[in-house]
């Protein structure tokens, strides 16, 4: 039972002790969110403005945007920004063609639903580092398989280059979270009512008419909210490169370049422009979803 | 209804195979590597010629102090389940305030949650790596557990406010009526109502914490903290001359299974969990 805001009379007393009783339940869970963004997000623009290296900690000195200028006129920061996207906007498409044929598989198949449903779930309870590991075996000329099928030369060397490797990557990231695009959008494909189905049938619709007149159009909003956070999630990619490539040959994401400035450098001055800019980056997405496709937020749900 | 043809029986069944040997093939080789002798990695078979359990043996070999592997392996259950424990507790309090209660602020909340559930973590893992060297934290298991919380909440909150706007909370009342005391009427009535979804939330929580590489990597420098992923990147082979393929293959093997075992008893609950609030219900 709901009570009703702003009741008068007698009500506004029990209202006040409702709103106090909330308030008091959210507490904790709020201060402990923001205890690790607000605060640091907050710190790290304080230290982007900064000259901060933890190797040379008397050299610190304020910098005013030295920081930013130094990051955004490097060519790595660039190169790095195009691998994130490349590989962001190919993982992304790729998985929604091949969450949504799951997602009908699951949702169609006359038989074997439960098989699938059971399968699906397996890459979703791998660790990704341990999921990179097995794809990198797989393609490791040394010790891989793959090399060993029909039409794949004995001798390619996967980690040898730019592109191959961000194949290789691509497949890794692809089966490693289709499982959630299939499953979001599972739950978009029930709510279509049969009934529309039929009809067009009778109308002699064929199955890809059916498919692009009435399957798509009715689930975009659940198609957008998948996309946003497979889209957010794909651009925040560490895991697999980190275990791959460690960013070698040209591979390194925005991330990776993060972690290096911060962790291996300790420039946690240069580092936290870094990370400001894919903080922004981040926002940027999510407000061309919102405001460009139309996304409506409160339908959606954070990622697993 | 169509007319089912062995047509349609046939291609089904190849779909539905596509679907399963896309999920399996990783997996399955993992457990093919972790099991071939050292001198048969290279054989590039998919299935093993000879089956060894070196791998395995030497994985725990010099019990605590000396493995590579038992205390990252207690360290990532132990940071994981106190991770779960305090995340659920807190949004349990949070999602029940937001399912049945009224006041202001509530969406507030929600799309306060849903922003960190979308925050990129490498942006906090610079202030954090500076501050928990001054505040001591670094390298410890706390120092995981805070970040893991924080970004475990939106996760648990939507899950768990998913499930408890479905409990018919007017039962609470009606037993009430019938003579049980408020305390018994939420023991008994509310409490195993709400179970599966608490449930629910509690292992894709875990999942979560299991999976983190960034921060593991980020926030330990040794064995006193470091989790599974981040012990696996930083695996050496048995001396300076043996690679470690077979050592990660069998720990890989060993950290995965009972997790997919899990996955796949509960995999209902998680399915749900997992779309819950996607469709406004």
Same mark, same amino acid.
């Given at each position: 039972m709901e009570a009703k805001t702003g009741a008068p009379g007698k009500n506004s007393s029990r209202t006040r002790s409702e709103r106090k009783l909330a308030w008091m339940l959210c507490a904790p869970a709020v201060v402990a969110m923001l205890l690790v963004t607000a605060y640091p997000i907050a710190y790290a623009v304080v230290l982007s403005l900064q000259n901060v290296d933890l190797r040379f900690p008397d050299e610190n000195s304020f910098a005013g945007l030295s920081n930013y200028t130094t990051v955004l006129t490097s060519s790595l920061w660039w190169t790095d920004i195009f691998n994130?996207?490349?590989?962001?906007?190919?993982?992304?498409?790729?998985?929604?063609?091949?969450?949504?044929?799951?997602?009908?598989?699951?949702?169609?198949?006359?038989?074997?639903?439960?098989?699938?449903?059971?399968?699906?779930?397996?890459?979703?309870?791998?660790?990704?580092?341990?999921?990179?590991?097995?794809?990198?075996?797989?393609?490791?000329?040394?010790?891989?398989?793959?090399?060993?099928?029909?039409?794949?030369?004995?001798?390619?060397?996967?980690?040898?280059?730019?592109?191959?490797?961000?194949?290789?990557?691509?497949?890794?990231?692809?089966?490693?979270?289709?499982?959630?695009?299939?499953?979001?959008?599972?739950?978009?494909?029930?709510?279509?009512?049969?009934?529309?189905?039929?009809?067009?049938?009778?109308?002699?619709?064929?199955?890809?008419?059916?498919?692009?007149?009435?399957?798509?159009?009715?689930?975009?909003?659940?198609?957008?909210?998948?996309?946003?956070f497979r889209t957010l999630d794909a651009f925040r990619v560490f895991d697999t490169i980190f275990i791959m490539t460690r960013g070698a040959l040209d591979t390194e994401s925005v991330s990776i370049l993060g972690y290096n400035q911060l962790i291996s450098r300790l420039n946690l001055g240069l580092g936290s422009a870094v990370s400001v800019l894919i903080f922004l980056c981040v926002f940027l997405i999510a407000f061309v979803f919102v405001r460009g496709f139309g996304a409506k937020l409160d339908e959606g749900r954070p990622g697993g | 209804m169509e007319q089912r043809t062995s047509r349609d029986y046939a291609l089904w069944s190849i779909a539905i195979l596509l679907v399963v040997v896309f999920a399996l093939i990783p997996v399955l080789w993992l457990i093919s590597i972790s099991l071939k002798p050292p001198e048969a990695l290279a054989?590039?078979?998919?299935?093993?010629?000879?089956?060894?359990?070196?791998?395995?043996?030497?994985?725990?070999?010099?019990?605590?102090?000396?493995?590579?592997?038992?205390?990252?392996?207690?360290?990532?259950?132990?940071?994981?389940?106190?991770?779960?424990?305090?995340?659920? &507790?807190?949004?349990?309090?949070?999602?029940?305030?937001?399912?049945?209660?009224?006041?202001?602020?509530?969406?507030?909340?929600?799309?306060?949650?849903?922003?960190?559930?979308?925050?990129?973590?490498?942006?906090? &893992?610079?202030?954090?790596?500076?501050?928990?060297?001054?505040?001591?934290?670094?390298d410890t298991w706390l120092g995981l557990i805070i970040p893991y919380l924080t970004f475990s909440l939106p996760l648990a909150i939507y899950v768990l406010v998913a499930f408890f706007r479905e409990i018919?909370?007017?039962l609470e009342q009606a037993a009430q009526v019938d003579g049980a005391t408020p305390f018994q009427a939420f023991t008994?009535?509310?409490?195993?109502?709400?179970?599966?979804?608490?449930?629910?939330?509690?292992?894709?929580?875990?999942?979560?914490?299991?999976?983190?590489?960034?921060?593991?990597?980020?926030?330990?420098?040794?064995?006193?903290?470091?989790? &599974?992923?981040?012990?696996?990147?930083?695996?050496?082979?048995?001396?300076?001359?043996?690679?470690?393929?077979?050592?990660?293959?069998?720990?890989?093997? &060993?950290?995965?299974?009972?997790?997919?075992?899990?996955?796949?008893?509960?995999?209902?609950?998680?399915?749900?969990?997992?779309?819950?609030?996607?469709?406004?219900?």
């Open positions: 994130t996207v490349f590989l962001m906007v190919t993982t992304v498409a790729i998985e929604l063609v091949l969450g949504m044929a799951i997602a009908l598989v699951m949702h169609r198949a006359i038989f074997g639903r439960g098989v699938v449903r059971t399968s699906v779930l397996i890459p979703y309870g791998i660790i990704t580092v341990v999921a990179a590991f097995a794809w990198q075996f797989a393609f490791a000329p040394e010790t891989g398989f793959v090399n060993n099928l029909p039409l794949i030369s004995d001798n390619m060397d996967w980690f040898g280059g730019r592109f191959s490797s961000f194949a290789v990557i691509i497949m890794a990231e692809v089966w490693k979270t289709t499982p959630f695009m299939a499953l979001l959008l599972l739950a978009g494909l029930v709510t279509i009512d049969d009934q529309l189905y039929e009809a067009a049938r009778v109308d002699g619709a064929t199955a890809w008419q059916r498919f692009t007149r009435i399957t798509l159009p009715l689930m975009k909003p659940a198609i957008l909210v998948a996309l946003l | 054989d590039q078979r998919f299935i093993p010629s000879s089956v060894s359990f070196d791998n395995y043996k030497s994985l725990f070999e010099g019990g605590v102090s000396d493995s590579p592997f038992i205390k990252p392996l207690i360290n990532s259950i132990g940071i994981a389940l106190i991770t779960t424990t305090i995340s659920i &507790v807190l949004a349990s309090f949070c999602a029940y305030a937001i399912a049945r209660l009224e006041f202001p602020g509530k969406r507030l909340i929600l799309a306060g949650a849903l922003a960190i559930a979308m925050f990129p973590p490498i942006s906090t &893992v610079g202030p954090l790596f500076d501050m928990w060297r001054a505040l001591h934290l670094y018919p909370w007017d008994k009535v509310i409490v195993p109502l709400a179970a599966p979804g608490v449930f629910t939330a509690a292992i894709l929580v875990f999942i979560f914490c299991w999976n983190d590489f960034l921060f593991a990597i980020s926030l330990t420098s040794s064995d006193a903290s470091r989790t &599974v992923p981040a012990a696996l990147a930083f695996f050496t082979g048995e001396s300076s001359f043996t690679a470690p393929t077979g050592s990660i293959a069998a720990a890989a093997v &060993v950290v995965t299974v009972p997790i997919i075992v899990f996955v796949l008893i509960f995999q209902r609950r998680i399915v749900a969990g997992l779309t819950a609030g996607a469709v406004k219900g």
